[in-house]
């Protein structure tokens, strides 16, 4: 198969993709249980704002550490058995988080949740493509990071009624071991007949993806995003509770309203930039926006006005995502070939910015002053856009000339 070259189409694919949404929704689901319980892990565990922030950001730091080899690993030897080995560090740390004592134990449980994820999020771009067409990618892969809304939402609106941190943590350690056993059984490489990639070695897919300076760029966007969502849907549910004395199941309500919104972006973004048959035009106008609704939403006192500000600003999160992360296998210079490299580097972006911008900028210069927190998170929206400025335009009507 060449870099260009069109996959072949099997029904299959659907089966896929609805595992690899099953993979994220948990993933993401275990991860957020820390934000709708932030009112009672907080004083259970004594945590300063920097330890919350750090143990709520602790998966994203295992997608730091690893995406860049998981990606050219998954170039060597699959993606299937790459993320597989990820998903039993991941099962482990989110069902004995109910033993965690202290910190140090959250904090370490954490970060083994977040390795599946990680490794998933490296090449998801790799394995959508070896099933999806182009001309189907943005939409594949709005329906896959849907998931990430949908387990958000879920952590956030459901956390705070379980009777216990146990209870929950449990849950969902068995969810995620059941989702590990559907992707053993039923993941596959490609579809049946496509031909193999080449293989190489791992140095050969690491070097073409670093020399890309569009692959910098689409991390670098991703980086600044990330912190953005971050900073929103990890600290909006506590700050609406201490900053604004609203309860924590009305918190956790408006903080999903962020993340329902983020499922209708994921959906409608790539149909509407493939209508628009633009993406760079689609994205620059959108994240400028998103910047603006975000903090309008925060500043606004309770009321309708901010649940449908904070709807809004999901949406315009959302739509951002899909067509950000299809740009790997967009890219001439890196297909399907260099893919799995490509979103290891942009992976280790999106999460550097996930987990040092709200935790190690934010948060220091911030402090309890959420007026300020949530407007650097914005500005970080608005950095998205000045980003995109550079890289190229690859919708359809770009790729039809091309």
């Not at 998903?87 to 140090?104: E, N, P």
């Not at 970060?111 to 994820?117: C, K, N, Q, R, W």
């Not at 080449?198 to 600044?224: D, E, K, Q």
């Not at 700050?239 to 309500?253: D, H, M, R």
Request: aromatic share 12%; with cysteine.
């Amino acid at each position: 198969m060449t870099d260009n070259a069109t996959p072949v189409i099997s029904p299959y694919r659907w089966v896929i993709l609805f595992i690899m949404w099953c993979s994220l929704f948990v993933g993401l689901a275990a991860q957020f249980q820390i934000a709708g319980l932030a009112y009672k892990i907080i004083p259970e565990f004594k945590l300063t704002p920097a330890q919350f922030s750090l143990v709520l950001t602790a998966p994203m730091l295992a997608g730091v550490c690893f995406s860049f080899a998981a990606g050219a690993l998954a170039d060597k030897f699959g993606v299937k058995q790459v993320v597989a080995i990820g998903f039993i560090f991941s099962t482990a740390g989110v069902f004995f988080r109910y033993a965690a004592v202290g910190f140090w134990d959250l904090f370490f449980l954490m970060f083994l949740a977040g390795i599946s994820p990680g490794f998933l999020n490296a090449n998801v771009s790799k394995l959508l493509g070896a099933w999806f067409p182009k001309e189907q990618m943005g939409t594949a892969m709005g329906i896959y990071l849907s998931a990430m809304g949908v387990g958000v939402t879920a952590a956030l609106a459901t956390s705070a009624l379980f009777p216990t941190t146990r209870s929950a943590f449990v849950t969902a350690g068995i969810l995620m071991a059941l989702v590990w056993a559907l992707w053993i059984i039923l993941i596959k490489p490609k579809p049946h007949g496509a031909p193999d990639l080449p293989v190489m070695p791992v140095t050969r897919y690491i070097g073409v993806a670093a020399r890309s300076r569009n692959v910098w760029l689409v991390g670098l966007a991703l980086l600044f995003f990330m912190g953005n969502s971050m900073a929103f849907s990890g600290f909006l549910s506590n700050a609406l509770n201490e900053a604004k004395g609203i309860g924590p199941v009305s918190a956790g309500f408006l903080a999903s309203l962020v993340t329902f919104g983020t499922i209708v972006g994921s959906i409608i973004g790539p149909v509407l930039s493939g209508r628009m048959g633009r993406i760079k035009g689609f994205l620059i106008p959108v994240a400028a926006a998103g910047a603006a609704t975000g903090y309008a939403a925060w500043v606004l006192p309770q009321g309708t006005s901010m649940s449908v500000l904070l709807f809004l600003f999901g949406i315009l999160s959302g739509m951002c995502s899909p067509l950000l992360m299809s740009f790997p296998m967009l890219l001439p210079e890196i297909g399907p070939v260099y893919a799995g490299s490509a979103g290891g580097i942009i992976g280790t972006l999106q999460v550097i910015g996930a987990v040092f911008i709200p935790s190690f900028i934010l948060t220091p210069i911030a402090g309890h002053n959420y007026n300020l927190f949530f407007a650097l998170g914005s500005l970080c929206f608005l950095l998205v856009a000045i980003v995109i400025l550079f890289l190229p335009e690859l919708g359809v009507k770009a790729r039809a000339k091309a």
